[in-house]
Each structure stands twice: as C-alpha cells, then as structure tokens.
C-alpha cells in the first residue's frame, strides 16, 4: 500500500468513521516514540557518582573519578560510595536517598552509576522522578542498571547511556589495552554529543538487512524481571539490544522464549546480540544448540535484520551506546555498522 | 470462575508417562512405573522415555511434542505423569493442540518445569491439574512415603488434608479459594505471556530450588510489581532449597528474604509448607478449592 497517498485520503473521510487499518499503522511508527535527549555535558559540568545497586569502595572508583575530571567535568560522589550492606552499596533507603538526590540535583547534568550487581529494582519504585522530568539527565550503566534505564524510557521517554561503569575504567591508562581505552572514550563521546558510530566483526549467522529505529535494550535477565511490571521495557518498532554473563545455555533459551512470548520480537525493527558469557554446561547436561541457533530459531518466521557479537556487554569491548535514540543497524555479509541518526 | 475437574481414576485406567523437559534414562522411571502399576494402574511409558538422546532434552522439540500431544489426544490414557522436570516445556507448549484435551480432560501430572503445562492449561483452558512429584521421587525407597501417597489419593479423588508444623513468619487467617502456583522461577518467567496465571483471590503456592538469594529477592519483586501478590485469598511458601549466594554475601536467609517482601499483606500467610524440590512434596491439584487455615499451633490445608 502506498502509506502517503492513504494517508492523504483517509484523512478526508476519517472524521466520524472507524479506521479499519489503524493498527497496522501503530506498529512501527517511530513518530510515537518521542523520546528527550538530556542536555549534552559541557566543559565544567558535574556528574555524579551513586551505587544504587552493589557496594563499591572509594578505592575501586579512583580511576574513573580520575579519566572524567581529565574530560573536564566536575564529580560529585555520592553518600553511597564506600558504604555497604552486605552485597549492596548501603541500605535501600540511602541507595534511594543517595539517588533520589542526584536526580533532583540541578547542577548534575549526568548521573553514572558506580556498578551493577544486584538491587536497583527494590529502590525504583519509590524514586520520585517529578524533578527528572522536568530537567532530564543522563543516567549512565548497565547490567543492573537496566532495570533505571527501562523504567526511564518506559515512563518517561528519556534516553540514557548504556555503559561501563566506574568499575570497568583502568587502573593504569598507561597499560590498558587499546579496547579499554576506546570504550572509557566512548563514554565520553556520548556525554557530549557526539553522533555515535559502531562496527562488529561479521558473524555468518546474522540476518542481513537495514534497519532503523530507537535504541533499547540492556541485560537480558533484568529485561525478563521487568516483564508484567511498570519498567517493562517497549520494544515494538525500536531496535533491541541484549547481552548478558553468567548463564547457562538452557537458560538463555528460556529467557529467548520470554521475549517472544511476551512478544517483545514480533514487531522489532532489529535484534542486536551483543556479549553472552555462556555458563558451560553440566557434564551429562549439554544444551546441544549455540547462542546463534538459540537466537535465530526465535526469529526465523520475522524478517528484520540480526546481528551477533556486537560489542556491547560483560566485557572489555562494550561500548557507550545511547538509548532511546535513533540509530541506524546495517548488516551485510561484510560489515555491520550501528550509526546514530538525526 | 468455574473450573473442569479431570476424571479420578479407576483402578484398571492407564496413566501414560513422558518426558517433555530434560533427559531421563528409562532405569530411574522404573520404580515410578511399578508402584504405579502397585496401585492398580496400566501403564504407558511414551518415547521420551526411551530417548537416546545425547543431550541435555529427552528428545528434539518435535519427539517431546508428539509424545506428549499423542498422550493428550489418547483417550484410553486417563493421566499424564511428566518423568521429570529441568527444563524444555516453555519451547513446545505453544505447538500443543489442546482440543481433544478440552473436550476429554486428564490429569497432567508434575512439577518445576511442569509448572508451565499447570500454568498453561489453568490459564487457557480452566482445567485442573497436578502439581506433585515425578519419577525420580518413588527411588531410593520412597515410593510408599506420605508424599507419594499423596498423589495415590489425589488421582483417586480422595480430598486432600494435609497439616503443616507452625512457623514464626506465618501470618495467622484462614483462606477459602482455588489454589495456584509452583516453581517461582517459571511462574515469573511466565509473566506477560499465554501462560500467565491471574492470581487475585487465589491461594498462591510458591518453591524453588537452587536459585542464588539475590534471584529470589528478584523474582518475588517481580511477582509484586506484576501485581501478582497484592491480591491473594492466602499465601504458601514451600521448600527453598540448594540456595546459592553470591561471592558478596546477601546477608538473609532464603525464607529472611521472602518474609520481607510480604510484609504489609494481610492474607494468611504459611511458611514451611510440604511443597518442594526435596521428598516433602505434597501433591496439589491447580485449580481445585481448598481452605488455608493458618493457626498459632498448626496449619491446615484441606480441599473442599
């Protein structure tokens, strides 16, 4: 069908009628999403530094309070940094005050959480985010983080940057790989505005095609958490991301299924897979499919296009990428690009 | 909402076994098979129980499938026992043809894995089911316990009364209404797809085994922010076991964990209750009434 010239006549009988292929349009009509960028960071600017979920110690996040106030900004480190209970970074309450503070700061223009681990999701519903709104910011990580970043563009479309942590700079700037570097950079390329490009080495299972559409995505365990909940992440029309570390084979597969039984990929406009460190499985116990066949049989009745090993997850090359903005997926038998778009 | 209670046995009726998830070799079904043939029951043990299979599955997708679709549409077959759990329901339950099911319902035995054919067949097609123990539980001597026996009286219809000790986290009150529920993992793996089971004004059941505390925590969180706790009739938490902890430790006990998640809900709460992964494992049938009463020196589960 051609959709403008329907659209130019529809609009002359629609008063008064039903519209019988309204929903064939919903479906992939990027113009619903309009997500808000937050300002971009400026020389000078501040970030702040919060460990909403696991605990980290002063020590640990030297290098990164280092590299960004190299960038130029200012860092203001949270109450929750060197605290802990137990596994996490302080008790709910100063994780959610430690927060909550940073978000209603107004002179913090970007907010990076310190690490992941486990506990944004028993803080995210008492974040009162009225102040957020009205003057977006940054919100920076992964992994856990997931969870803020969901919830953020499920409610409120805002973008945020999925990211490395404080956790994953390098001591030693001097004696870090060359990917290290490039990836810390990458962090700093988002927060000012850069327009954002990315390669992935070709892996002969991807599905070739072109595809555009906004950003989403993150730690695929966390995204299945969020399933039925007020963060559930949206994913019709945008483009998905998924990584995750640790998981057995059978696991990934169930958590596969939960996307498309959740229907999360029936209208994708395209499916990155980045980073998955498979769990080996137990002797006697082999899964018997790789994460590739695991992927595709899921997707093999859709037609967008999928790409494998992308640099994005528990790794050294996971790259800053922005979410809830819109990029561009090319795959084809030698390259595969992801490109930020106006 | 109403609900089809299956046919109970008849001494003389077939019970057909499969293995829908993980592999099983046939030696470890056997004790299962005999005693089932002890109470008086044929039996029919389907292909999945004879897998060659080298992997983790007790056959592909398309051998667990038919074996199990062949079981449901049989209608000499009046119970499936699942042989065990692991995991493999979630990838064929969409390919299940549930029409001659409908039409002839049978008891679908089973638990873990199992949880998503109970959810599955609760949700869509208002039937009840079995939650109870399979094959590896008859071994090592334990085909005669109480447990086993539970289900011997549950497929012969008998109501079902069953008493637990009390404990320190139990909310005190008493629940009439259809019990659901299972392994937490699936039941939250679950959500927001065909299989999801509505929960308000049910009495929720609840066990899992070797998930990492942390996961817990996780999962329930997940069950609470789907809205899937606020509105229970009761509540049932049996065995968490072979819990994991991370490198960092959590600093809760599995039942620590859950005991804060539910405070602020009024229901009648059970902690402790013989529904797990280890021998206490009583059999439930999904869908069916019964009365939760929860008191200072005993808890009561009855059918009613």
Same mark, same amino acid.
């Given at each position: 069908?051609?959709?403008?010239?329907?659209?130019?006549?529809?609009?002359?009988?629609?008063a008064?009628?039903?519209?019988?292929?309204?929903?064939?349009?919903?479906?992939g009509?990027?113009?619903?999403?309009?997500?808000?960028?937050?300002?971009?960071l400026?020389?000078?600017?501040?970030?702040?530094?919060?460990?909403?979920?696991?605990?980290?110690?002063?020590?640990e996040i030297?290098?990164?309070?280092?590299?960004?106030q190299?960038?130029?900004?200012?860092?203001?480190?949270?109450?929750?940094?060197?605290?802990?209970?137990?596994?996490?970074?302080?008790?709910?309450?100063?994780?959610?005050?430690?927060?909550?503070k940073?978000?209603?700061?107004?002179?913090?223009?970007?907010?990076?959480?310190?690490?992941?681990?486990?506990?944004s999701?028993?803080?995210?519903?008492r974040?009162?985010?009225?102040?957020?709104?009205?003057?977006?910011?940054?919100?920076?990580?992964?992994?856990?983080?997931t969870?803020?970043?969901?919830?953020?563009?499920?409610n409120?479309?805002?973008?945020?940057?999925h990211?490395?942590?404080?956790?994953?700079?390098?001591?030693?700037?001097?004696?870090?790989?060359?990917?290290?570097?490039?990836?810390i950079?990458?962090?700093?390329?988002a927060?000012?505005?850069?327009?954002?490009?990315?390669?992935?080495?070709p &892996?002969? %299972?991807? #599905?070739? *095609? /072109?595809?555009?559409?906004? =950003?989403?995505?993150?730690?695929?365990? $966390?995204?299945?958490?969020?399933?039925?909940?007020?963060?559930?992440i949206?994913?019709?029309?945008?483009?998905?991301?998924?990584?995750?570390?640790g998981?057995?084979?059978?696991?990934?597969?169930?958590?596969?299924?939960?996307?498309?039984?959740?229907?999360?990929?029936?209208n994708?406009?395209?499916?990155?897979?980045?980073?998955?460190?498979?769990?080996p499985?137990?002797?006697?116990?082999?899964?018997?499919?790789?994460?590739?066949?695991?992927?595709?049989?899921?997707?093999n009745?859709?037609?967008?296009?999928?790409?494998?090993d992308?640099?994005?997850?528990?790794?050294?090359? &996971?790259f %800053?990428? #922005?979410? *809830? /903005?819109?990029?561009?997926? =090319?795959v084809?038998?030698?390259?595969? $690009?992801?490109?930020?778009?106006? | 909402?109403?609900?089809?209670?299956?046919?109970?046995?008849?001494k003389?009726?077939?019970?057909g076994?499969?293995?829908?998830?993980?592999?099983?070799?046939?030696?470890?079904?056997?004790?299962?098979?005999?005693?089932?043939?002890?109470?008086?029951?044929?039996v029919?043990?389907?292909?999945?129980?004879?897998?060659?299979?080298?992997n983790?599955?007790?056959?592909?997708d398309?051998?667990?499938?038919s074996?199990?679709?062949?079981?449901?549409d049989?209608?000499?077959i009046?119970?499936?026992?699942?042989?065990?759990?692991?995991?493999?329901?979630?990838?064929?339950?969409?390919?299940?043809?549930?029409?001659?099911?409908?039409?002839?319902?049978?008891w679908i035995i089973?638990?873990?894995?199992?949880?998503?054919?109970?959810?599955?067949?609760?949700?869509n097609?208002?039937?009840?089911?079995?939650?109870?123990?399979?094959?590896?539980?008859?071994?090592d001597?334990?085909?005669n316990?109480?447990?086993?026996?539970s289900?011997k009286?549950?497929?012969?219809?008998?109501?079902?009364?069953?008493e637990?000790?009390?404990h320190?986290?139990?909310?005190?009150?008493?629940?009439?209404?259809?019990?659901?529920?299972?392994?937490?993992?699936l039941?939250?793996?679950?959500?927001?797809?065909?299989?999801?089971?509505?929960?308000?004004?049910?009495i929720?059941?609840?066990?899992d085994?070797?998930?990492?505390?942390?996961?817990?925590?996780?999962?329930l969180?997940?069950?609470?922010?789907?809205?899937k706790?606020?509105?229970?009739?009761?509540?049932?938490?049996?065995?968490?076991?072979?819990?994991?902890?991370?490198?960092?430790?959590?600093?809760?006990?599995?039942y620590?964990?859950i005991?804060?998640?539910?405070?602020g809900?009024?229901?009648?709460?059970c902690?402790?209750?013989?529904v797990s992964?280890?021998?206490?494992?009583?059999?439930?049938?999904?869908?069916?009434?019964?009365?939760?009463s929860?008191?200072?020196n005993v808890?009561?589960?009855?059918?009613?």
């Amino acid at each position: 069908m051609d959709r403008k010239h329907f659209l130019g006549t529809a609009t002359t009988v629609i008063a008064g009628t039903t519209f019988p292929f309204k929903k064939s349009f919903d479906i992939g009509a990027d113009e619903e999403f309009v997500f808000k960028k937050p300002p971009y960071l400026k020389n000078g600017d501040s970030i702040g530094i919060t460990a909403p979920a696991g605990f980290i110690t002063q020590e640990e996040i030297q290098p990164a309070l280092q590299v960004m106030q190299n960038w130029g900004y200012k860092i203001q480190l949270g109450d929750t940094i060197g605290k802990r209970d137990f596994t996490f970074g302080g008790t709910d309450e100063e994780r959610l005050n430690d927060l909550q503070k940073m978000l209603d700061d107004p002179k913090l223009k970007a907010i990076m959480c310190a690490r992941g681990g486990y506990g944004s999701i028993r803080i995210v519903d008492r974040i009162n985010w009225a102040r957020f709104k009205l003057n977006p910011k940054w919100v920076i990580g992964f992994s856990d983080i997931t969870v803020l970043h969901s919830h953020i563009h499920n409610n409120f479309q805002v973008a945020s940057i999925h990211s490395k942590m404080t956790n994953s700079f390098p001591f030693d700037w001097n004696t870090a790989e060359p990917i290290q570097i490039e990836t810390i950079i990458s962090i700093s390329d988002a927060l000012s505005g850069k327009k954002m490009k990315y390669s992935a080495v070709p &892996n002969p %299972a991807s #599905k070739q *095609g /072109v595809a555009e559409g906004i =950003l989403v995505g993150g730690n695929l365990k $966390t995204i299945e958490s969020l399933s039925g909940s007020a963060s559930d992440i949206k994913t019709d029309g945008k483009i998905l991301f998924v990584e995750d570390t640790g998981e057995y084979l059978y696991s990934i597969d169930r958590m596969f299924w939960n996307l498309r039984r959740t229907g999360k990929l029936k209208n994708l406009k395209a499916l990155i897979v980045g980073g998955f460190k498979v769990k080996p499985d137990d002797p006697g116990e082999e899964f018997g499919k790789t994460l590739e066949e695991i992927v595709l049989e899921k997707i093999n009745d859709f037609k967008f296009p999928v790409c494998f090993d992308f640099p994005v997850g528990h790794q050294k090359n &996971n790259f %800053a990428l #922005k979410c *809830g /903005v819109k990029h561009r997926l =090319l795959v084809t038998e030698k390259e595969v $690009t992801l490109t930020e778009i106006i | 909402m109403s609900i089809t209670i299956p046919p109970y046995l008849q001494k003389g009726d077939t019970i057909g076994i499969v293995a829908p998830a993980g592999f099983m070799p046939i030696e470890k079904i056997q004790t299962c098979i005999e005693t089932l043939d002890g109470w008086g029951y044929n039996v029919q043990a389907g292909v999945t129980t004879h897998s060659k299979s080298q992997n983790y599955f007790s056959g592909t997708d398309e051998e667990r499938l038919s074996d199990l679709q062949q079981m449901l549409d049989d209608r000499n077959i009046k119970a499936i026992l699942c042989a065990r759990g692991g995991y493999g329901v979630s990838r064929i339950i969409d390919g299940i043809n549930f029409k001659k099911f409908m039409k002839h319902p049978k008891w679908i035995i089973g638990f873990s894995d199992i949880t998503v054919l109970h959810c599955h067949i609760y949700s869509n097609y208002k039937i009840a089911s079995m939650h109870a123990s399979m094959a590896a539980a008859f071994n090592d001597g334990e085909f005669n316990n109480p447990y086993i026996l539970s289900l011997k009286d549950a497929l012969e219809g008998k109501p079902a009364h069953y008493e637990c000790a009390p404990h320190a986290f139990n909310k005190i009150g008493e629940a009439k209404a259809q019990i659901v529920g299972g392994n937490l993992s699936l039941l939250a793996h679950l959500i927001g797809t065909d299989s999801d089971i509505k929960t308000k004004n049910k009495i929720l059941f609840l066990e899992d085994v070797g998930e990492y505390l942390y996961n817990v925590d996780r999962l329930l969180l997940q069950l609470k922010r789907s809205g899937k706790l606020k509105k229970l009739a009761g509540l049932i938490i049996g065995g968490f076991t072979d819990v994991k902890d991370t490198e960092r430790p959590f600093g809760k006990s599995v039942y620590d964990i859950i005991y804060e998640q539910l405070a602020g809900y009024k229901y009648p709460i059970c902690f402790g209750f013989p529904v797990s992964h280890e021998k206490e494992n009583f059999a439930l049938k999904i869908g069916a009434r019964y009365k939760l009463s929860v008191a200072d020196n005993v808890s009561v589960l009855q059918e009613i």
